[in-house]
């Protein structure tokens, strides 16, 4: 029985311990406005409205790690597009980060180049970045809330 009793303390204290490091964690972590992507250039940070940048009709193909296809047909702006309405031109590399800090890296070349890499928007959702061409779709990000440009 007094084994137990140590057995529940312990549990107790490492279930109280995990709640205060959550806690910590989420408070911690960025967030965006809907309808918003910060965007993080040479120490500052700029919160860039979707609705000023103009969507056009993105259509391709994603592939996951297993091979399999999805078509993609939805409304979004080239992250290039995206870049040059917050007034960056000059850099090399985007990561960008998702609401649970998942990130992706894409270079300025893969940016620039057509039709492989935007960010979709849909009414209602935060954005997805699609990197169309990856033989995996590791680098396809949803709820993208920030974009630092190095």
């Given at each position: 029985?007094?084994?137990?009793?140590?057995?529940?303390?312990?549990?107790?204290?490492?279930?109280?311990?995990?709640?205060?490091?959550?806690?910590?964690?989420?408070?911690?972590?960025?967030?965006?406005?809907?309808?918003?992507?910060?965007?993080?250039?040479?120490?500052?940070?700029?919160?860039?409205?979707?609705?000023?940048?103009?969507l056009?009709?993105?259509?391709?193909?994603?592939?996951?790690?297993?091979?399999?296809?999805?078509?993609?047909?939805?409304?979004?702006?080239?992250?290039?597009?995206?870049?040059?309405?917050?007034?960056?031109?000059?850099?090399?590399?985007?990561a960008?980060?998702?609401?649970?800090?998942?990130?992706?890296?894409?270079?300025?070349?893969?940016?620039?180049?057509?039709?492989?890499?935007?960010l979709?928007?849909?009414?209602?959702?935060?954005?997805?970045?699609?990197?169309?061409?990856?033989?995996?779709?590791?680098?396809?990000?949803?709820?993208?809330?920030?974009?630092?440009?190095?």
């Amino acid at each position: 029985m007094k084994q137990n009793k140590w057995v529940l303390l312990l549990l107790t204290a490492l279930l109280a311990v995990t709640a205060v490091a959550a806690g910590v964690h989420l408070s911690t972590r960025q967030s965006a406005p809907m309808g918003t992507v910060l965007v993080e250039c040479a120490g500052r940070t700029k919160e860039l409205s979707l609705d000023e940048v103009e969507l056009t009709a993105v259509r391709g193909t994603i592939v996951n790690g297993k091979g399999e296809e999805r078509n993609v047909d939805a409304q979004g702006a080239p992250l290039s597009a995206v870049l040059e309405q917050a007034g960056i031109t000059a850099y090399t590399q985007v990561a960008v980060t998702a609401d649970d800090e998942y990130s992706v890296t894409v270079t300025k070349e893969e940016a620039a180049a057509p039709g492989r890499v935007f960010l979709i928007i849909q009414e209602g959702e935060r954005p997805q970045l699609l990197v169309f061409g990856d033989a995996n779709s590791k680098r396809n990000v949803s709820n993208v809330i920030r974009l630092t440009v190095s």
